[in-house]
Nanobody, 120 residues
Framework: QVQLVESGGGLVQPGESLRLSCALSGNIASIYHMGWYRQAPGKQRDLVAGITSGGRTNYLASVRGRFTISTDNAKNTLDLQMNDLKPEDTAVYYC??????????????WGQGTQVTVSS
């Protein structure tokens, strides 16, 4: 089993920054892809930023240049630095890992979500 716990959400004003962090734990054997998703009320859950095991990153067009995804293998964390936040970035942000454990096959794992609200 893989556990993901997000932190760092909150209420900020437009133009400000936030850093989200996701702590991973469990009997992880391999991680293929990790990402941050977000879901606003009444909307689908979208991939905001992703990173492969090889370090290749991809971003939602609307956040490219403002958000940066990174991993810290020593700390087993996945971070999302969000700069110049806009009201349309308001959503619940979820951490995701496409991984397998020493006992189970490949699966998607999700954190519980953290609220980001951008409002003046």
């Amino acid at each position: 089993q893989v556990q993901l716990v997000e932190s760092g959400g909150g209420l900020v004003q437009p133009g400000e920054s936030l850093r989200l962090s996701c702590a991973l734990s469990g009997n992880i054997a391999s991680i293929y892809h990790m990402g941050w998703y977000r879901q606003a009320p009444g909307k689908q859950r979208d991939l905001v930023a992703g990173i492969t095991s090889g370090g290749r990153t991809n971003y939602l067009a609307s956040v490219r240049g403002r958000f940066t995804i990174s991993t810290d293998n020593a700390k087993n964390t996945l971070d999302l630095q969000m700069n110049d936040l806009k009201p349309e970035d308001t959503a619940v942000y979820y951490c995701n890992a496409d991984a397998n454990t020493v006992t189970t096959g490949r699966a998607d794992y999700w954190g519980q979500g953290t609220q980001v609200t951008v409002s003046s």
